[in-house]
């Protein structure tokens, strides 16, 4: 069956422009969480949804940093003035809720670079 | 300060060798430790995985070992394969269900060489 997919896979943006990048889960997952991934690093903990519900959102940076997840399913992290520190991978996960499943399958991740 | 550390950023072994990956943890609420393998362009893959009722986990040419009193578990491939070649990350959870942010260390790169 079909994984996770992201897109835009890349985006440039100049600094200052707001970014938007789309998550689509594995059809059913419930959890989905939002992961931050800088050069040289693992990938850090954003945000995590159950269903459409945002009960963590800890991990954001700053308030620049928006998520949602208005049905449940697809997912969508919103930068508003973009910084060069935001230069990152951004990677989408989802699993299945329940007791010992603690696998999180991972998207692409979407490259974002800011000029 | 970091949760999750692998001290070793790369890792080089000649194919059909073992190769072992080491991780290091420091929050003692962790019970679920999970390897995830990423190639270039491309999201982690999950590996495999242990928790803590266990000290041993083995799939095919992977084993995980957890020593839980030293806070430290570690990867074996045997036998390595070009294809292993790729980086690792160890990752971590106070939670076994998927509702729980895994926390992950900087990754280990190995390279399986021919």
């Known amino acids: 069956g079909a994984g996770v997919s992201q897109s835009p896979r890349y985006k440039v943006a100049k600094r200052g422009q707001d970014v938007a990048l789309r998550c689509d889960p594995i059809s059913g997952h419930v959890s989905l969480f939002w992961y931050q991934q800088a050069l040289g690093q693992g990938p850090e903990f954003l945000t995590y949804?159950?269903?459409?519900?945002?009960?963590?959102k800890s991990g954001l940076p700053s308030d620049r940093f928006f998520a949602e997840r208005p049905e449940g399913s697809v997912s969508t992290l919103k930068i508003q003035r973009t910084q060069q520190e935001d230069s990152a991978v951004y990677l989408c996960a989802s699993s299945p809720y329940g007791q010992g499943s603690y696998e999180q399958y991972f998207g692409p991740g979407t490259r974002l670079t800011v000029t | 300060d970091q949760q999750v550390k692998q001290n070793s950023p790369s890792l080089s072994v000649q194919e059909g060798r073992i190769s072992i990956l080491n991780c290091d943890y420091t929050?003692?609420?962790?019970?679920?430790f999970l390897w995830y393998k990423k190639y270039p362009a491309e999201g982690p893959t999950f590996l495999i995985s242990?928790?803590?009722?266990?000290d041993k986990n083995e799939d095919g040419r992977f084993t995980v070992f957890l020593n839980k009193s030293a806070k430290h578990l570690s990867l074996h491939i045997v036998p390595s394969q070009p294809g292993d070649s790729a980086v690792y990350f160890c990752a971590a959870s106070a939670q076994p269900s998927g509702n729980t942010p895994l926390v992950f260390g900087k990754g280990t790169r190995l390279s399986v060489i021919a």
């Open positions: 242990i928790s803590s009722i266990k």
């Open positions: 929050n003692s609420m962790f019970d679920y």
């Open positions: 949804f159950q269903n459409e519900a945002q009960l963590d």
